[in-house]
């Protein structure tokens, strides 16, 4: 059975715009897509530990006191589509999810 | 007379330092291949011509002063344009990206330019290296140099048929999925996916974090050892860069298979696998046995579930990677933005293809509130039994065999519209992703239509040399001469 | 009428003063022109990495241990994923369930009182950039843009969540002076709310008194000072309050305290709480300390202020309040030691000199390194030579300043006359008649005789010291 995603709630929490094709074209693929990749929970896991990283490492780190060179403002906003006084721009800014 | 682009890297490191040759020369071939051919095959993306000449006259001049200069030296590569090169484009593939010059250099790539190798450019690659078949690239299919209506698989396609056509003498791609193996085995050259933290991934623009790899394309095995040892190390930029001794894993190539365990997973050559490849990975496990190594079947009895587990993991991990592509700081931006939600979005819509925004939904989906235990977390187990199944089969195993695609190179077209028979070109590699143990696909023959097909090897963690020395017995023993008819005609 | 009682507790976010970021090699520095103190790391560019300042790990276990709190055995970065462009990856690395330690307690005096408030955890993360509202209007809800600088971006922070145990604005106030004074103790931070390095958020609720179950708890932001967070605090408790009062439902919201009304007001609320997607930095290996390391992070935890405080009042005769203003910063405290080894008088009178006058006129930072100039006016003062009134006026210029004492006293002419024969011996004679009245018996004309002393000299003489030579003199 394909699994019903919500994936107007989906793309909204991953800022994807999407025409209405889109969202019906993956509603379908990735139903599809999710009813393969549930057989994972045909596997009996409880006591197994979850691995992140495929070869273990512990502790690493980095000193302190060894600085290195900031890149000067005009690198850093090299890339920047739109700056204004050494700063980048974004359109206004509405507190919400 | 074979063309200095069409020789291994090691037969020019030797011209080069007999003065049969010179760096310049190579690198002139390799651009004239490029020019001939690459208006079909469509491996680069950038062509850093007059940069590769200037570097070529650079190292001569060291040649010429007998300088002791590394393997690398002079050496014509490409790189999969998922590697940042300072000031040159680097695209990932994508629309999102289109303009993006990198202020640094990928620790892969600057190892070589400090080594003194080449850069000849930049090559195609399915967007954001999700893709099995490159495809998805937001600037054309790359084409099979053996069929060019065939793809070259994915989704390191360009570097792999670069290679195979000669365009360059070494590639570096990535490997998630089986992205530098699977496309390896379709273009018949030689693809090495390292353990997982033998290279490091600064620079590498991220995919899949726990599970992207740097992996090499060559003519050759031992110029695979050559290349890996050139870049391999501990990088301080990336924790999860492994501390290990420098080793030439060139060294030993030649030690043979006598006496080493094989194991063939039995259930990598039943149904779904195309006779052609079946056939070929059988004469290769016959030789390798005449050659003295021993065979048994080994099981791996969760790799079923891998596909599934690496349909979760990798998308969730690439849903937060790829969540910095907004607008803001570098790439593409929308248009008249009416606040910053709507220009991360519509810049977001524009800028990425759609096997991406699927992937970044998939995974999304799988991080959200009320899904994580049951897929991600879920998925995680599953990854840490794939794991345990390596380490039972290396108890009784010094190597595991098998085919590394099922196919060989399919139509363009041909599996396009459906995500999940796409998937499947994967399912042989993946596990190692999820392990991240090294595993190899070396070249063993053509099928009935003279494709290339790809024979697997997967070592332990950190046992690369084990992984080679018997590729290279394979290889040596084969003797396959066998050329894309598009070198053929242009050689 | 139910009696409501107040639960609050104290989100703090400590920006750590290390020479580098948390997560790159780029200076860690307030101020400066925007971005120029970035790199592609710390800026998100495709294909870069974090690699973890162990200076900050560390910082962040000794403030766990300062507040006897348990350092994990083992412990991960998260990604917290959300969108904000003052976030350049658009996901913060943070903690989540398994922070680098959880538990503690830090001790708090409120009126004499001490209570013991119960820690929940202290984790580490990365600062975000900073964002300027730009609008025509200069009101945010109005801004038509927004600019970013990220040289704050990737600056190491860390979290001290405290369990909702405080019971009314002043504890508030006396848990943020407390665990102020210790993270400057410890040197980890400049701990300057005015400038950010501290930040507090506020957990409000109210529940009927006695009982164990929460009430709706309200998150309060944007308090920029010690006394704003108990002025917040205090609205809130009381607006909730009234709200039930009067039958009102709360609503488990965010609240933006606004300091010129001295009200809290509803941000715009949201229909969903945020969903952060919570995953383990696949980036980041864990950390596992070992009881070595933690041993040696324990041995170098300084002298905290609840410890100094009980030294100061069991061995150097300070009072409790006295303690407590001394421990407030630790400039005050070293200063306020070395002083009394120097000077050599009672450790009471000494750090009245401290709690009277130096440290509500003169700024911490000033007074470092000023032992010297303290002892000096101290000692001026003992001898007779100024006033204690002028003792305090000198203090506080040449330790204010860095003016030597000497240079002070002499430049406001504020010696004090101690060699008063000439002028006593002048005064009896220019005067016999109030002398006369004296020797008679009629104590009040003291007073006019010790005036004649003063206006012979200018105000400089000690006037208790004139009396008692007057009276020497006179009954001789």
């Known amino acids: 059975m394909p699994v019903e995603i919500d994936v107007d709630h989906v793309a909204r929490l991953a800022r994807l715009a999407l025409t209405d094709e889109e969202r019906e074209r993956f509603r379908a693929q990735l139903g599809v897509i999710l009813e393969a990749a549930e057989r994972v929970r045909e596997v009996a896991a409880e006591d197994v530990p979850p691995t992140a990283q495929p070869v273990p490492q512990t502790n690493v780190f980095r000193n302190d006191d060894d600085p290195w060179e900031s890149l000067p403002q005009e690198e850093a906003l090299a890339g920047a589509p739109e700056a204004e006084d050494g700063r980048f721009k974004v359109p206004r800014i509405i507190e919400a999810e | 007379m074979t063309e200095l682009c069409d020789l291994p890297g090691h037969e020019l490191a030797r011209m080069y330092r007999a003065g049969e040759a010179t760096a310049a020369d190579a690198v002139e071939s390799c651009l004239r291949r490029i020019e001939a051919v690459d208006g079909r095959v469509e491996a680069f993306l950038r062509v850093t011509a007059d940069d590769a000449r200037e570097r070529a006259r650079a190292i001569d001049e060291r040649f010429v002063a007998a300088e002791d200069l590394p393997p690398a030296a002079g050496i014509p590569l490409a790189l999969k344009d998922v590697l940042c090169t300072r000031g040159v484009t680097t695209t990932c593939g994508s629309r999102i990206l289109e303009s993006y010059v990198p202020p640094y250099d990928c620790t892969p790539w600057a190892r070589l330019g400090e080594a003194g190798a080449v850069l000849l450019g930049k090559t195609n690659c399915d967007e954001f290296a999700m893709g099995s078949s490159n495809e998805n690239s937001a600037f054309g299919p790359v084409h099979n140099p053996w069929d060019l209506e065939t793809v070259p698989g994915g989704s390191s396609g360009g570097s792999a048929a670069a290679v195979a056509a000669g365009e360059a003498v070494w590639a570096l791609g990535t490997d998630t999925g089986g992205s530098v193996r699977q496309p390896a085995a379709l273009c018949g050259v030689v693809g090495f996916k390292p353990t997982y933290g033998l290279i490091s991934r600064y620079g590498l623009i991220a995919f899949a974090s726990s599970l992207d790899t740097v992996g090499t394309f060559t003519r050759g095995v031992r110029d695979a050892a050559t290349l890996v040892s050139a870049i391999a190390g501990k990088d301080r930029l990336d924790a999860t860069s492994l501390l290990t001794e420098p080793r030439d894993l060139a060294d030993g190539l030649d030690g043979g298979v006598a006496g080493m365990r094989i194991g063939v997973v039995r259930e990598w050559l039943g149904e779904g696998v195309e006779p052609g490849v079946k056939a070929a990975v059988e004469a290769a496990i016959e030789r390798l046995g005449r050659l003295g190594a021993t065979f048994e079947d080994a099981a791996l009895p969760h790799a079923d579930f891998a596909l599934s587990a690496y349909y979760i993991l990798a998308p969730a991990e690439c849903s937060s990677n790829l969540a910095r592509y907004d607008g803001v700081r570098y790439g593409h931006r929308a248009a008249d933005a009416v606040d910053v939600i709507d220009l991360n979005s519509r810049t977001r819509g524009e800028g990425f293809g759609d096997e991406v925004k699927r992937r970044i939904m998939l995974g999304t989906y799988a991080l959200s509130a009320g899904y994580y235990e049951a897929y991600y977390g879920q998925a995680q187990k599953v990854r840490t039994l794939v794991i345990r199944d390596f380490e039972a089969a290396y108890e009784r195993f010094d190597l595991l065999l098998g085919p590394t695609s099922p196919t060989t190179a399919f139509r363009i077209g041909e599996k396009a519209g459906d995500p999940l028979a796409m998937y499947l070109s994967d399912i042989f590699t993946i596990p190692s992703n999820l392990a991240g143990n090294p595993s190899i696909s070396v070249p063993c023959g053509l099928d009935e239509k003279g494709l290339p097909v790809g024979l697997q090897l997967l070592g332990r963690h950190l046992d690369e040399a084990t992984v080679l020395r018997a590729a290279h017995a394979l290889e040596q023993d084969l003797g396959l001469t066998a050329r894309p008819p598009l070198v053929e005609e242009a050689a | ?476």
């Open chain 3, 1 to 476: 009428m139910t009696e409501y009682e107040a639960v609050v507790g104290l989100e703090c976010h400590v920006e750590l003063s290390t020479a580098t970021k948390m997560f790159c090699g780029c200076r860690n520095e307030f101020g400066g022109e925007p971005n120029t103190r970035t790199c592609p790391v710390c800026l998100g560019h495709p294909g870069t990495l974090p690699v973890p300042n162990r200076e900050a790990v560390e910082r962040t276990m000794k403030i766990a241990l300062a507040l006897d709190g348990e350092v994990a055995p083992r412990s991960l970065f998260h990604r917290k994923n959300y969108f904000y462009p003052d976030m350049p990856k658009n996901y913060q690395i943070s903690q989540y369930d398994l922070p680098i330690a959880t538990g503690g307690h830090l001790d708090i005096d409120v009126d004499g009182e001490t209570r013991r408030i119960a820690m929940n955890r202290v984790h580490l993360e990365e600062d975000t950039g900073k964002t300027i509202h730009a609008s025509t209007t200069g009101r945010i809800a109005e801004a038509e843009y927004a600019l970013e600088d990220y040289n704050r971006a990737g600056v190491p922070l860390v979290e001290v969540v405290s369990e909702p145990e405080m019971r009314s604005p002043e504890e508030a106030r006396a848990y943020l002076q407390e665990l102020r004074a210790l993270l400057e103790a410890l040197g980890v931070s400049d701990v300057r709310m005015e400038e950010g390095s501290l930040r507090c958020d506020a957990n409000v609720s109210v529940r009927p008194a006695g009982a164990s179950e929460l009430g709706t708890k309200v998150e309060i932001k944007n308090m920029n000072s010690i006394r704003s967070v108990e002025r917040a605090v205090r609205f809130e408790v009381d607006r909730q309050r009234e709200a039930l009062g009067r039958g009102e439902p709360l609503v488990q919201e965010t609240r933006h305290w606004d300091e010129d009304r001295g009200v809290t007001s509803s941000l715009r609320s949201k229909e969903e709480a945020f969903d952060y997607r919570y995953f383990p930095e696949p980036d980041l290996p864990p950390m596992e300390p070992d009881e070595e390391w933690i041993s040696k992070l324990r041995a170098e935890l300084p002298e905290l202020p609840a410890a100094r405080r009980r030294r100061f009042v069991e061995s150097l005769d300070v009072t409790p309040e006295q303690a407590r203003i001394l421990t407030s910063a630790p400039v005050w405290a070293d200063l306020f030691e070395e002083t009394v080894e120097a000077a050599g008088q009672p450790g009471r009178a000494v750090a009245n000199w401290f709690t009277q006058t130096l440290v509500p006129q003169v700024p911490a930072d000033h007074a470092a390194g000023k032992a010297d100039a303290i002892v000096e006016v101290l000692r001026l003062v003992a001898d007779g030579e100024i006033s204690s009134t002028a003792g305090k006026e000198v203090l506080v210029e040449a330790v204010g300043t860095g003016r030597p004492p000497s240079e002070v006293v002499e430049e406001r002419g504020l010696k004090q006359i101690t060699d008063l024969g000439g002028v006593i011996d002048d005064v009896i004679a220019e005067n016999p008649g109030p002398v006369e009245q004296f020797r008679e018996g009629k104590e009040g004309v003291v007073g006019f005789l010790v005036g004649q002393v003063m206006k012979k000299t200018g105000g400089a003489a000690n006037p208790q010291e004139a009396q008692r030579r007057l009276r020497e003199r006179l009954s001789s």
